[in-house]
């Protein structure tokens, strides 16, 4: 085994040490830039701004507000991960991507279904808390409210991610809980590459972009298939802690083949747009429903895939007013094949038992939104939506020792939702602009909800912004969870957030520090597989969230951020489940020639929080230190990366999720352990 170069961050090392060491970067940077501020910030011709990954950019984002306004002055925090930023980092993709994000960290369902924990909200069975967006289209199933196949796309083919941490609902509705994400997809490039990784992923795609200028037309071909049989190695699984073992897969491999397939087609005309887009992302039970260890045999146990067609218009109705109108057909499907239940002799005598799941859903919508600016310092925004969800089919396949012959889901279940949005942007002075906005949403099967925000951006100077924020969502119950609610009927929850944020801007460095408290209302949590779903008691969450990025003799960039969070789960007088309290990111991108990058990127994930029943000790946290070298002589020609992702082979793995048998526990005895030290490589041709 190589021994790594930091013995700090190796999975034996001290974890206080790590975090002692991250904070002492940060801070001594900071410190440094301050000093030499009144020197730095001079432009001197060895610290000529480089273009692309080393500059410190002003980047607009519509996320927050549905109307274009440079990140830094829209209400709350909005973090921009460039595509391009990512790559030259050794992200792979985009669930990836998202824990470079201050307070958000990753989780997986058993059956590999990734999570995504926005200051410690989102772990849970089949729940999902944020609003995932794919080019402004909302990807979340209504079935389990997540979107899978969104977190697995390639940061290949992704142009940037803009994140809202915190609620979103009053612009964005309903899931729009803990967080929205929007994943915008590459479009204006023309490329092709093969990419592949030790022990996982394999495959390749291309761009392409064809525009004529005197038409105003546009239109683009982004397209990526991978394929992969990977797997982790398995000591033990529930069958050992209940003295089982014989019956056992264990020890072995976790069943992680895997198959994605993206196609995004994107068309512009003048004012006119269409898109399409196309995802399938198959993949292995991983550590089996039942927490054990289905057969590592290749088997792609479970498919999601997503459909969706998107046409719309941006009309000028006159100087002041003006208007974008959408329609939207998405259709996604969530399909088990031989989902592995349970080994020989355990149901079943003779033989294993595989269960098989069908489902789909088809959800329309038609919504407008008309912005009206009567002078340069107002704007005033009213959106109207109408969608409807149906489920096309829920099917259920079991043995037949089983005789089980009805649906997992009703078939007739859908929801209608009519929707408005009020939100007003006034500049009372040229320094503070208030924004104050409202949603309502009116379901046809879980009742009403009003989503307010309130918040102000007062830019102190041309260095110093202040803003303050007060906003509300809800999440309503999915599908899944009505099918199965516990003793009582399931509500929406809701979270009420208290924002204080500070922006500090210098031509070399940058600082962001936002304070926070939110306050849970009856969360909607798994209990057991014997309970289902119920409101849990009131949760308090309250942190901070520090970001930092300087620019070092030019050639040089450190970008770094520290996040802490304090929960308490108030049923519990404990910290919410699958969270944690800290969690660091430090990044250092040198570029030392024209063409050639390195980059070294260091993540710390704090000890997690088990589940309430769960008497085992805190889940150790973990550091992780990915390297990469990229090589691109220009915007055309030959490109390449190489990386090694987890260079010091530390020992991630990740909380294990509710599994009950009566009521007594299953839980993996190793949690859910994930890859070591991994390479990979990409290398394409740009035209």
């Known amino acids: 085994m190589i021994n790594p170069p930091w013995p700090c961050l190796s999975a034996g090392g001290p974890l206080h040490l790590v975090t002692t060491s991250l904070a002492l970067v940060l801070c001594t940077a900071m410190l440094a830039s301050m000093a030499r501020a009144e020197t730095s910030d001079e432009a001197t011709p060895e610290a000529a701004p480089l273009e692309s990954l080393l500059t410190l950019l002003e980047q607009e984002t519509e996320l927050a507000t549905r109307s274009g306004m440079n990140a830094d002055f829209v209400p709350g925090m909005a973090t921009i991960l460039s595509g391009d930023d990512?790559?030259?980092?050794?992200?792979r993709n985009v669930g990836e991507a998202l824990a470079l994000v201050p307070g958000i960290s990753e989780g997986l369902e058993m059956t590999?279904?990734?999570?995504?924990?926005?200051?410690?909200?989102g772990y849970g069975y089949a729940s999902g808390n944020i609003k995932i967006l794919l080019d402004g289209v909302s990807m979340n199933s209504?079935?389990?409210?997540?979107?899978?196949?969104?977190?697995?796309?390639?940061?290949?083919?992704?142009?940037?991610?803009?994140?809202?941490?915190?609620?979103?609902?009053?612009?964005?509705?309903?899931?729009?809980?803990?967080g929205v994400i929007d994943v915008i997809t590459r479009k204006d490039q023309r490329?092709?590459?093969?990419?592949?990784?030790?022990?996982?992923?394999?495959?390749?795609?291309?761009i392409w972009h064809w525009r004529d200028t005197e038409r105003d037309l546009l239109f683009s071909v982004n397209a990526l298939g991978l394929d992969g049989d990977a797997g982790v190695e398995v000591a033990e699984d529930a069958l050992h802690v209940n003295g089982l073992p014989e019956l056992s897969n264990a020890p072995g491999d976790s069943n992680e083949s895997r198959r994605y397939r993206g196609l995004f087609a994107d068309l512009t005309w003048g004012d006119f747009f269409a898109a399409l887009k196309i995802l399938d992302d198959d993949y292995g039970d991983h550590f089996g429903i039942n927490h054990f260890l289905p057969p590592d045999d290749g088997r792609l146990a479970s498919r999601q895939g997503y459909e969706s067609i998107q046409i719309g218009g941006n009309l000028a109705l006159g100087e002041q007013l003006s208007t974008r109108l959408r329609l939207e057909a998405l259709r996604y499907e969530r399909d088990r094949d031989d989902l592995y239940v349970s080994p020989a002799g355990y149901f079943v005598k003779d033989e294993p038992v595989f269960m098989s799941q069908g489902y789909r859903e088809t959800r329309y919508l038609a919504a407008a939104d008309t912005h009206w600016r009567p002078n340069p310092h107002h704007e005033v925004l009213l959106g109207l939506e109408a969608?409807?969800?149906?489920?096309?089919?829920?099917?259920?396949?079991?043995?037949?020792?089983?005789?089980?012959?009805y649906p997992w889901l009703d078939e007739d279940r859908n929801r209608r939702i009519l929707s408005l949005v009020l939100q007003d942007q006034l500049s009372v002075t040229d320094a503070v602009t208030l924004t104050g906005a409202l949603r309502y949403d009116d379901y046809s099967d879980v009742g009403s909800h009003v989503s307010p925000r309130l918040a102000a951006v007062w830019r102190i100077d041309d260095e110093n912004i202040l803003k303050?924020?007060?906003?509300?969502?809800?999440?309503?119950?999915?599908?899944?969870?009505?099918?199965?609610?516990?003793?009582?009927?399931?509500?929406?929850?809701?979270?009420?957030?208290?924002?204080?944020?500070?922006?500090?801007?210098?031509?070399?460095?940058?600082?962001?520090?936002?304070?926070?408290?939110?306050?849970l209302t009856d969360p909607i949590i798994f209990a057991n597989r014997d309970s289902g779903y119920v409101n849990s008691d009131d949760a308090r969450l309250?942190?901070?969230?520090?970001?930092?990025?300087?620019r070092l003799l030019g050639t040089l960039k450190l970008d770094a951020n520290l996040s802490f969070v304090d929960s308490l789960d108030r049923s519990t007088d404990r910290p919410l489940a699958g969270g944690t309290d800290l969690l660091a990111n430090l990044a250092l991108l040198w570029r030392p020639l024209e063409a050639w990058t390195a980059a070294l990127q260091l993540r710390h994930v704090g000890a997690r929080e088990r589940r309430p029943l769960d008497a085992r000790p805190a889940l150790d946290g973990y550091t992780t230190?990915?390297?990469?070298?990229?090589?691109?002589?220009?915007?055309?020609?030959?490109?390449?990366?190489?990386?090694v992702k987890n260079l010091t082979d530390a020992d991630v793995r990740y909380p294990d999720q509710e599994a009950t048998r009566g009521g007594i526990p299953w839980p993996y005895p190793d949690d859910y352990p994930r890859p070591g030290r991994r390479w990979w490589m990409s290398i394409g041709y740009a035209f």
């Open 112 to 121: 590999g279904e990734r999570q995504i924990l926005s200051r410690g909200v």
């Open 468 to 519: 303050l924020q007060y906003a509300r969502a809800f999440r309503p119950p999915t599908f899944y969870e009505l099918q199965y609610p516990g003793k009582g009927p399931v509500d929406a929850a809701e979270i009420d957030t208290y924002e204080l944020g500070y922006i500090l801007k210098k031509p070399r460095w940058e600082t962001r520090l936002i304070l926070f408290q939110s306050n």
């Open 542 to 550: 309250r942190g901070v969230e520090l970001e930092y990025t300087q």
């Open 86 to 91: 990512l790559l030259v980092r050794g992200v």
């Open 387 to 405: 969608s409807h969800v149906e489920v096309d089919w829920a099917t259920w396949d079991w043995p037949a020792v089983f005789a089980i012959d």
């Open 625 to 643: 230190a990915d390297l990469t070298l990229s090589y691109a002589r220009s915007a055309r020609g030959l490109f390449a990366r190489f990386g």
């Open 142 to 178: 209504t079935l389990y409210a997540t979107a899978n196949p969104v977190l697995n796309i390639p940061i290949e083919q992704v142009e940037r991610i803009e994140v809202i941490r915190g609620p979103g609902a009053s612009v964005h509705g309903e899931f729009a809980f803990a």
């Open 191 to 206: 490329s092709v590459h093969l990419q592949g990784m030790d022990g996982g992923d394999a495959g390749g795609g291309g």
